[in-house]
């Protein structure tokens, strides 16, 4: 994919996993050859308050990261869920208190935190922003669809709109059969070691999707430029009321025939402040979203 200017290979990760060393229904073994099979790249596990032996597993071609799942008690009596990745295997932490001390000892130990499925659990994004060094949210999480709670674009947008840097991740917080495989983040990286996703992941360089890819974007000199696979929606979402619609065919049925759209061009060179992202819809309803561009 074209990043900016830069060549760079995708790799398809789900980064947040549960097997039996929690509450997950497949064996850690097992979880690897269902990811394995559906030609992911990259996965994560993030057992609840638990790490696995990551390296004692056989990875079937995928880079395996060492991750976990915190819940710290938070406001008004509710849980968080912080999402910890790139941890020692034998990542130890001391009683936590608080979100942001679980957010502390995943940072402490090299690792990248992010608030995960913020909508379900309850959360405000004026908790979420509470959390200081997290690098965002997940803005789709497969396994909070069953109660309507999958999509948290308003929370990241209110975050936006507050100047929070937020990136985005879509996961399926895999749990058993049901959450296989319907999102997904791909990394974009010279290669798949762990120390370059991370790194990746850490500059931003990755985008989250349920479906629609991304080949391309670039924006220089104020130009706001995209090309992905075909889509009928394709959004530049801003501050407040500010955004720019390339094309919302199809809305109304797919028996309008409208072609699809597979590119975004749009001048922004008027607009000095705040951000721009990318969101993508496809003739299934299935989205993509780029992580947020920072102008001025
Ligand atoms: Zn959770
Ligand atoms: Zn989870």
Redesign the pocket.
């Known amino acids: 994919m074209n990043c900016y200017g830069r060549k760079l290979k995708s790799f398809r990760a789900n980064l947040h996993t549960h097997s039996t060393t929690s509450d997950g229904s497949f064996p850690p073994e097992e979880v690897i050859r269902r990811y394995a099979g559906a030609a992911y790249d990259v996965l994560a596990f993030t057992d609840h308050w638990k790490t696995n032996p990551v390296s004692s597993y056989d990875p079937h071609g995928m880079t395996l990261l060492s991750g976990v799942?915190l819940h710290p008690p938070g406001p008004r009596g509710i849980r968080w869920?912080i999402l910890g990745v790139g941890l020692p295997e034998d990542f130890a932490y001391p009683e936590l208190q608080s979100g942001q001390a679980a957010v502390d000892a995943v940072n402490a130990a090299g690792g990248i935190a992010f608030c995960?499925?913020p909508y379900w659990c309850g959360f405000t994004s004026a908790d979420v922003m509470s959390l200081k060094n997290i690098l965002g949210i997940e803005v789709y999480n497969t396994s909070t669809r069953y109660i309507g709670k999958e999509y948290n674009m308003q929370c990241w947008d209110e975050l936006l709109n507050a100047g929070k840097k937020y990136t985005a991740l879509a996961v399926d917080?895999v749990h058993s059969e049901r959450d296989l495989f319907r999102g997904f983040t791909v990394i974009l990286a010279e290669n798949k070691k762990p120390e370059t996703l991370l790194r990746a992941l850490r500059n931003g360089d990755f985008y989250a999707s349920q479906g629609p890819l991304f080949k391309k974007i670039a924006f220089a000199n104020g130009i706001l430029e995209a090309e992905f696979t075909p889509v009928t929606s394709a959004i530049v979402v801003s501050n407040g009321p500010s955004g720019y619609c390339e094309t919302v065919a199809n809305f109304g049925g797919e028996s309008y025939g409208e072609p699809e759209k597979t590119s975004l061009r749009r001048d922004f060179s008027d607009k000095k402040s705040g951000y721009l992202r990318i969101q993508l819809k496809d003739v299934s309803g299935k989205m993509a979203w780029s992580n947020p561009i920072w102008l001025g």
């Open positions: 799942e869920h995960a499925h917080d």
